[in-house]
């Protein structure tokens, strides 16, 4: 999804010149992209700087700070989304599966009764006792989204597979 933003970015000296808007938009590039905001999701690339402003000068550093207007593309989940993913990892307690830049634990109560662990042939996966689905690394599953925490850089994700049409 595309948002606009606004950030305030402080710019040292030797960015001021002819080129002050490329240097704020590279600053702004390298400071936010591939971060994570609570409330937009994680920023995955800033397209477009819209305005910056005059800049409000330090006296005692020299630095300058800017109010930044810019365009970023953005993902984020929403609570009972459902996401297409790849799982990533497989242990005794659930699963991890990621769907592009975002992680999603599958806890083992939060999928259906009858997948059980297993590491036959020395592949850890989760298999069902009633019909032949086998989930392992690198399975593409359907997951719904249960539950979702932002924390400094970081959204933690819980999903399910126990519903009709998932997994």
Request: aromatic share 10%; hydrophobic share 40%; net charge neutral.
């Amino acid at each position: 999804m595309q948002v606009s933003r606004e950030s305030t970015l402080t710019l040292s000296p030797k960015y001021f010149g002819k080129n002050l808007a490329k240097s704020i938009e590279r600053e702004l590039k390298r400071r936010y992209e591939g971060t994570i905001d609570a409330k937009y999701g994680f920023i995955i690339h800033i397209y477009q700087l819209l305005d910056y402003g005059q800049g409000k000068l330090d006296p005692d550093t020299g630095d300058a700070e800017f109010n930044v207007k810019y365009d970023a593309i953005v993902f984020k989940v929403f609570r009972h989304e459902i996401v297409p993913c790849r799982v990533s990892q497989v242990t005794p307690n659930g699963l991890f599966a990621t769907a592009g830049t975002l992680e999603i634990f599958i806890s083992e109560k939060l999928m259906p009764s009858d997948l059980q662990y297993s590491t036959l042939n020395g592949v850890p996966s989760f298999v069902s006792t009633e019909e032949e689905v086998t989930i392992k690394q690198n399975s593409e599953i359907r997951v719904k989204i249960v539950g979702i925490r932002a924390a400094a850089q970081q959204i933690v994700v819980i999903g399910t597979i126990k519903e009709d049409f998932l997994g």
